[in-house]
C-alpha cells in the first residue's frame, strides 16, 4: 500500500489504453514491494463521439474527463499516449507531466486486408482507398499519392483492424506500429513506412504519467 492506500492508475477504455496501463502498474510493482495498484477504465467524450474530432475540441476530446477524475482525486496517475495530448493547450492547471516511459518505435505502418495481394503503397493501383484517422497521415499520403482516395475512420485499433477485414471498403490502413505492438497485432503489418515517406506525430511512441503537482 502507499501511505495505507491503493494507488489508482485512471486511462480509456480501449485495448491499447488499458495494456498501456497495465504495464505502468507492472513497472511500478517492480519498484515498490507490495504496491497495491488499480486500473480505472474511463471512457471519455473522444471515445464517444463518432463525428470529426474537431466539433469536440481536437484530439484534447479524449484527455478531459481523465483529466477531471485526476483533479478530484478519483484516480492519483493519469496514463496517455503524449501523441494525444495537445501541444498548444496547457495542461490541467495544477497538474504536471510526472514521468514517460522510453520512446518506443515512432514509424507509421500499412496494414492490408486479410487475404490481399498487395505489400506496399506503390502496390496500390489508382482509386484505392485508403482509411485513417489523422490528418497528418492523410496529408503526407495524398502529396506523395494524389491518386488515392483517404476515408476517415474512427475507433480503438482493434475495432478498426476487424472493419478492415470484414467491410472490404478499404484497401490498406495506415496505423501506428508502436500501437499494434501494445496489442499484439505487430504481424499485421504489411509495410512500414520510412520516417521520409510518414513524418510521425509530435510525442509518438511515448506513454506520459500525469499527476497532481501538489500530490507528494
Known amino acids: 500500500m502507499l501511505n495505507g492506500r491503493r494507488l489508482h492508475l ?5 485495448p491499447m489504453a488499458m495494456a498501456q496501463a497495465h504495464r505502468v502498474r507492472d513497472l511500478l510493482a517492480g519498484q515498490v514491494d507490495g504496491l497495491d495498484v488499480e486500473v480505472v477504465g474511463i471512457q471519455t467524450s473522444g471515445d464517444v463521439w463518432r463525428g470529426d474530432l474537431a466539433m469536440l475540441g481536437g484530439k484534447g476530446a479524449f484527455l478531459k474527463e481523465i483529466d477531471k477524475a485526476l483533479l478530484m482525486g478519483r484516480i492519483d496517475i493519469a496514463v496517455h499516449c503524449l501523441k494525444d495530448v495537445p501541444g498548444d493547450v496547457p495542461l490541467a492547471v495544477g497538474t504536471v507531466i510526472a ?3 522510453p520512446r518506443e518505435d515512432v514509424h507509421d505502418v500499412v496494414v492490408f486486408p486479410e487475404g490481399s495481394k ?4 506503390a502496390e496500390l493501383p489508382p482509386g484505392s482507398k485508403v ?4 490528418v497528418r497521415r492523410k496529408a503526407q499520403l495524398l502529396r506523395a499519392r ?14 478498426r483492424l476487424a472493419r478492415l477485414d470484414a467491410e ?5 490502413m495506415i496505423l501506428a506500429r508502436a500501437g499494434l505492438r501494445r496489442i499484439g497485432m505487430e504481424h499485421r503489418v504489411g509495410q512500414v513506412l520510412s520516417l521520409e515517406e510518414m ?11 500525469h499527476t497532481r503537482a501538489d500530490d507528494e
Open 10 to 14: 485512471g486511462t480509456r477504455t480501449s
Open 99 to 101: 514521468a514517460y516511459l
Open 118 to 121: 498487395c505489400g506496399s503503397l
Open 131 to 134: 482509411a485513417t484517422s489523422a
Open 146 to 159: 494524389p491518386d488515392l482516395h483517404v476515408d476517415r475512420i474512427r475507433g480503438n485499433v482493434n475495432t
Open 168 to 172: 472490404q471498403r478499404w484497401d490498406a
Open 199 to 209: 513524418c510521425p506525430a509530435v510525442g509518438a511512441g511515448i506513454i506520459t504519467l
